[in-house]
């Protein structure tokens, strides 16, 4: 079992940036890719970001990609999405998922293929 806390989320400025923090429990961590995916009031949630066990492959949804950064520290047993450049737009909950197949998450696109879930952090960016 892994549980997942994300934290971090706010209220900021269009332009601006936030870094999101997802805490696991468990010692497993490193054995899944983990993920970022966002949900905006009324629309269909939105694989944003993930990573490898190891770090060494990251995916970005065109919408956030040169913004956007993931990133994960397996010693502190947590993923990091830091993001800049913020458009109102980015308004959302966000939340991290933990998956034991990369490449399940990425060849559906985020739509299976996580195990665990966080309960979400909301990001406002106001224009």
């Known amino acids: 079992q892994v549980q997942l806390v994300e934290s971090g989320g706010g209220l900021v400025q269009a332009g601006g940036s936030l870094r999101l923090s997802c805490a696991a429990s468990?010692?497993?961590?490193?054995?899944?890719?983990m993920g970022w995916f966002r949900q905006a009031p009324g629309k269909e949630r939105e694989f944003v970001s993930a990573?490898?066990?190891?770090?060494?492959?990251?995916y970005y949804a065109d919408s956030v990609k040169g913004r956007f950064s993931i990133s994960r520290d397996n010693g502190k047993i947590t993923v990091y999405l830091q993001m800049n450049s913020l458009k109102p737009e980015d308004t959302a909950v966000y939340y991290c998922?933990?998956?034991?197949?990369?490449?399940?998450?990425?060849?559906?696109?985020?739509?299976?293929?996580?195990?665990?879930w966080g309960k979400g952090t909301l990001v406002t960016v106001s224009s």
């Open positions: 990573i490898s066990r190891s770090g060494g492959m990251t």
């Open positions: 468990g010692r497993t961590f490193s054995s899944y890719a």
């Open positions: 998922a933990a998956a034991t197949a990369w490449a399940t998450m990425i060849a559906a696109g985020g739509r299976y293929g996580m195990d665990y």
